[in-house]
């Protein structure tokens, strides 16, 4: 049992240009998040989905976008990276917003 | 707003003693609070939670304790061991249904 996949495992991107960040769980989760960290941040919220075809904000949604088409899968997009959104980007999936939340590895993504 | 601090970054414990990690909360309408563990170049895991009704919740060598008129949560691990050396996350939530929120997070390191 995988888990929870995230792909690439790390990327730099030049500014400006598009990148789509991949996540794939295998759990059934209804419920999967994208956050990112940064040092002395920890880990905010970026956008959520409560269940397959709907969506929600989170804390720092701003320059980014997700889509959720079916269960499984839960990727986020940056339609044109700026170099504040150089991060570490974890994605995370639990049962229900009420239960407890498994993440994937990570993505480090570098904008210059 | 931090709604979730940390003040600690980081906490150095002798193996074997007690480790004690601390997080204080603004909100007093949060409901379920989390800890979560952190290794380098991983994502982070579920460690312990308790609710909002409790004031104590052990599992093995981790107790989370809760003062609600402090609106203060610690993590308890006795005994520390070497594989406890990781980042800690204390997290809340309005309710098991709500989103979560996560503190800045304290680097433990574990002494030999």
């Known amino acids: 049992i995988a888990g929870i996949t995230q792909a690439p495992t790390s990327q730099i991107l030049a500014a400006g240009r598009r990148m789509t960040l991949r996540c794939t769980q295998d759990m059934r989760h209804n419920a999967m998040y994208w956050y990112r960290q940064d040092l002395g941040l920890g880990l905010r919220l970026i956008h959520y989905?409560?269940?397959?075809?709907?969506?929600g904000k989170g804390e720092v949604p701003d320059g980014y976008s997700v889509s959720r088409a079916n269960t499984d899968d839960f990727p986020l997009t940056l339609a044109s990276a700026v170099p504040s959104q150089t991060s570490v980007y974890f994605c995370?999936?639990?049962?229900?917003?009420?239960?407890?939340?498994?993440f994937g590895p990570g993505t480090r993504l570098t904008v210059l | 707003d931090q709604q979730v601090k940390q003040n600690s970054p980081s906490l150095s414990v002798q193996e074997g003693r007690i480790s004690i990690l601390n997080c204080d909360y603004t909100n007093s309408m949060f409901d379920y609070f989390l800890w979560y563990k952190k290794y380098p170049a991983e994502g982070p895991t579920f460690l312990i939670s308790?609710?909002?009704?409790?004031d104590k919740n052990e599992d093995g060598r981790f107790t989370v304790f809760l003062n609600k008129s402090a609106k203060h949560l610690s993590l308890h691990i006795v005994p520390s061991q070497p594989g406890d050396s990781a980042v800690y996350f204390c997290a809340a939530s309005l309710n098991r249904d709500d989103k979560i929120i996560f503190g800045k997070g304290t680097r433990l390191h574990i002494l030999p």
């Open positions: 995370a999936s639990s049962e229900g917003q009420m239960y407890e939340q498994f």
């Open positions: 989905s409560n269940t397959a075809g709907t969506t």
């Open positions: 308790i609710s909002s009704i409790k």
